[in-house]
């Protein structure tokens, strides 16, 4: 089966800008959430989203929006793009309808880029 | 708040060297606990986890026993490999939200 997959890959883009990302889950997983990784650190949960409703929300400002479709795809939009929102964004899906044993699995990331 | 600990790294040993990496965490309630491991240039993989107090994850060598009475998650290989070098990271969630909380990741570093 294939893992959790998102694109694109490597994104370039100015201040002021605005950013569209997007994941597609394991079959069979409703649940994505997403990540923001800044080198060196460990990610940092921006938002959770099950059944296409909002489960969770991360401590970001309000630039940071996202949204689930009926085929469990999501998209992680940013606004008005920061210098400090370079990073790597990490999407994760899972079963979610597993409480705390529901084990999140991560696809390759994309790099943004703000310049 | 929540939050997990590791210890600083890098951890740079030898080909079949014994691996610790710390891992302590201060958490509301109970969580489940976890390891990923993230190679150069990849995105983040789960190692092993545990879910409940005394119970030990393992995969591909590696073990962590879910402490309580400790608040630890100490990662431990008996012998690692060149292919282990990578960045661990250790986590927990606490709700049904999936927010997983994680450490600062420690770099491992293994030599031939």
């Given at each position: 089966d294939a893992g959790v997959t998102q694109s694109p890959t490597h994104l370039i883009k100015t201040r002021g800008q605005h950013v569209t990302l997007r994941c597609s889950p394991i079959s069979g997983h409703k649940s994505v959430s997403?990540?923001?990784?800044?080198?060196?650190?460990g990610p940092q949960f921006i938002f959770q989203y099950y059944e296409k409703e909002e489960r969770g929300r991360g401590?970001?400002?309000d630039r940071f929006s996202a949204r689930q479709?009926?085929?469990y795809s999501s998209?992680?939009?940013?606004?008005?793009l920061l210098l400090g929102d370079s990073a790597l964004y990490l999407c994760a899906s899972s079963l979610g309808?597993?409480?705390?044993?529901?084990?999140?699995?991560?696809g390759p990331g994309t790099r943004l880029t703000v310049l | 708040g929540d939050s997990v600990t590791q210890?600083?790294?890098p951890v740079t040993l030898s080909e079949e060297a014994f691996l610790t990496i710390n891992c302590t965490y201060t958490a509301t309630g109970y969580p489940s606990l976890f390891?990923?491991?993230?190679?150069p240039g990849e995105g983040l993989q789960l190692l092993l986890k545990a879910t409940k107090a005394d119970d030990k994850g393992s995969n591909k060598g590696f073990e962590a026993t879910y402490r309580k009475e400790t608040t630890s998650f100490h990662?431990?290989?008996g012998s690692v490999q060149v292919s282990d070098s990578a960045v661990y990271f250790c986590a927990l969630t606490l709700s049904n939200t999936g927010k997983l909380i994680f450490g600062q990741g420690t770099t491992l570093q293994v030599k031939p």
């Open positions: 997403w990540y923001q990784q800044v080198l060196g650190q401590n970001f400002p479709f009926p085929n998209e992680l939009n940013v606004n008005a309808d597993r409480g705390l044993a529901d084990t999140q699995y991560f | 210890m600083e790294g390891w990923y491991v993230q190679y990662l431990e290989k």
